[in-house]
């Protein structure tokens, strides 16, 4: 494969950086994280989500050295496979890649909901599969267009969060707070951990557009930096003023005895503005820019990692060319779409949007520990930004994560062995494409 065949454009600054990294998560504050109250009450999704904000800002910072030093669209994958060899780097590309392609179709079928909600007449399915088909047509124009609408309704889905607080702590009471607080335990914290995952979930996609940043080794480390802070606030203002509402249980359940609902903020607004208030149906209208936002955007990192994946026959090199024209993965888009749509059509969202969490806790597991082993063999490596705190930090979001996948596992067994699945098939694949390829170099060799 030539290099013109596989070379990104390089079009993509701090802001635009920024724009990505928050407009990847903010779906998560929309809808999905509520579940974990069902699981953990008040106290039990708070205290999970607390050590998984630190998770990630010491995950963020430590994977942000490795970003600026190895500026390559594989991300996590370039990383694991330097640091520690081309198996470890298997595991963290196809890691890196179950969370990507299977976040979407939860946030697709979210987003089919939403309409429906709207528009009885449209069918969920339907609309879910239209809107992979729209952004994943946008990616493949261009890089520089995707990016420039990503950071447009991800300003609007911040501006509409914020909003939303503004309106929800006029109403907010503390008492709200301790209501049934711990209703399982600390067993329901532990049982809160994916949903406290999914308020970050994707943050890392940053990474996986490095090579397309104009100064990787500055607009990567603005780009993380300013994502996580925005993020993090997001959370705990969202969090606090739903609950404060009127108590954890009216932001889960529609009515008594009702089935959980992942449409928290609507929950929340009709029980201070009404439902049939014009508030309440501009800010719902606004929030689907949140869905939009994400979806578009890991749809974006997902073709940049399978594309890597690609490039270095750990999967097959068809979805490893970038189009001479739009220099955008257009048969990794396309790849990627085929097996979202796929993981749509089964309606099993939670299950789909765990099994996206395991895949991200590999990811970062692998990722810290790439991390040490990349200090300790690469001590020569420029660095253009190092971790605070070191080894502090990486030690912190490897203990976590470490835990939070034992916690998962324990909790999800079916799903877990269904993920494990996946990766042992995707490993034989690995061990396939690898040899052919050493086959093409050696016949090359013996030719010249």
């Not at 390559?72 to 780097?89: E, I, P, S, V």
């Not at 509409?160 to 503390?174: M, T």
């Not at 928290?264 to 501009?282: M, T, W």
């Amino acid at each position: 494969m030539t290099e013109p065949n596989s070379e990104l454009k390089k079009t993509l600054g701090p802001l635009m950086l920024w724009g990505l990294g928050v407009g990847y998560v903010i779906s998560g504050m929309y809808f999905g994280w509520n579940l974990g109250l069902a699981e953990g009450g008040t106290l039990g999704l708070a205290v999970a989500t607390f050590f998984i904000i630190i998770m990630y800002v010491t995950f963020t910072f430590s994977y942000t050295e490795m970003a600026c030093a190895i500026p390559k669209a594989g991300g996590a994958f370039d990383y694991a496979r330097l640091g520690l060899g081309k198996h470890w780097g298997y595991l963290a590309g196809i890691a890196q890649s179950i969370e990507f392609v299977f976040a979407p179709p939860a946030i697709a079928f979210a987003i089919g909901a939403y309409l429906n909600a709207f528009f009885p007449q449209l069918n969920v399915t339907v609309i879910a599969i239209g809107a992979y088909v729209i952004f994943t047509g946008l990616n493949i124009v261009g890089v520089r267009s995707a990016a420039y609408f990503e950071l447009f309704v991800t300003v609007l889905a911040v501006l509409e969060l914020l909003l939303f607080a503004g309106v929800s702590y006029s109403a907010f009471k503390l008492e709200n707070l301790t209501i049934n607080a711990l209703p399982n335990g600390w067993e329901g914290a532990f049982r809160a951990i994916p949903f406290a995952i999914w308020f970050f979930l994707a943050i890392e996609g940053v990474a996986n557009v490095a090579e397309e940043a104009k100064n990787p080794q500055r607009d990567v480390l603005w780009g993380f930096g300013s994502a996580i802070t925005t993020l993090v606030v997001l959370c705990l203002l969202v969090f606090t003023s739903a609950v404060g509402v009127a108590g954890w249980e009216a932001i889960v359940y529609p009515s008594p005895g009702a089935e959980p609902s992942d449409s928290p903020l609507p929950l929340a607004l009709g029980h201070i503005v009404g439902e049939g208030s014009v508030l309440y149906h501009l800010l719902i209208t606004i929030g689907l820019f949140g869905l939009i936002a994400s979806f578009h955007g890991i749809i974006l990192a997902a073709s940049r990692s399978t594309l890597e994946l690609g490039r270095e026959h750990y999967v097959t090199p068809f979805v490893g060319v970038v189009h001479p024209r739009t220099k955008t993965p257009v048969n990794a888009l396309l790849v990627n779409t085929g097996i979202g749509i796929v993981a749509l059509l089964t309606g099993k969202t939670t299950e789909i949007i765990t099994i996206a969490c395991f895949g991200a806790l590999t990811l970062y597991v692998v990722s810290m520990i790439a991390f040490f082993a990349l200090r300790k063999n690469h001590a020569d490596l420029e660095r253009p930004f190092k971790v605070p705190f070191y080894p502090i930090f990486p030690a912190v979001a490897l203990v976590i994560a470490m835990i939070s996948l034992i916690a998962l596992s324990v909790y999800n067994w079916e799903l877990c062995l269904i993920y494990v699945v996946i990766v042992a098939v995707g490993y034989v694949g690995f061990l396939k494409y690898q040899s052919l390829r050493a086959k093409e170099v050696q016949l090359a060799t013996e030719s010249e």
